[in-house]
């Protein structure tokens, strides 16, 4: 199923990195919810492929992973969130860090930042 209309392959090689941390929920010993952290400068962190298998969406999988991420990891946190779903990671605490803008797969995204205590 080709569900964003794109067929992008993401190809940037960083999944093998050191830094690169990989987390997932299973049901059913099936993958049902991804997410990736990468290193991002000194002190920072940046998540990126958030994805819920169609499935499992609904259930606050990946606000589970995402919080997950910002409870555990020190330093900033960013994302290029996809605009749609804007508010909802304001919801968990993000704020907008520049506008928006047409990734290379043809989506629009913004650039979102954790707003840390």
Same mark, same amino acid.
């Given at each position: %199923?080709?569900?964003? /209309?794109?067929?992008?392959?993401? @190809?940037?090689?960083r ?8 987390? +997932?929920?299973?049901?059913?010993? /099936? ?5 990736r952290?990468? *290193?991002? =400068?000194?002190n920072?962190?940046?998540? &990126? ?8 969406? =609904?259930? =606050?999988l990946? *606000? ?8 555990? @990891?020190? &330093?900033?946190? @960013? ?8 508010d +909802? ?8 860090? &520049? ?12 650039? %979102?930042?954790?707003k840390?205590?």
């Amino acid at each position: %199923m080709l569900e964003q /209309q794109s067929f992008y392959l993401d @190809t940037d090689s960083r999944d093998l990195e050191p830094e690169t941390r990989h987390l +997932w929920l299973e049901e059913q010993s /099936q993958i049902v919810a991804y997410l990736r952290v990468l *290193a991002d =400068g000194p002190n920072g962190h940046c998540i &990126g492929r958030v994805v819920t298998a169609p499935q499992a969406r =609904g259930k =606050g999988l990946a *606000a589970l992973l995402v919080n997950h991420v910002a409870a555990t @990891t020190s &330093g900033s946190l @960013t994302l290029k969130a996809q605009a749609y779903l804007a508010d +909802w990671y304001v919801s968990l605490g993000y704020e907008a860090a &520049g506008e928006v803008f047409n990734e290379v797969d043809g989506i629009p995204h913004i650039p %979102m930042a954790l707003k840390r205590l």
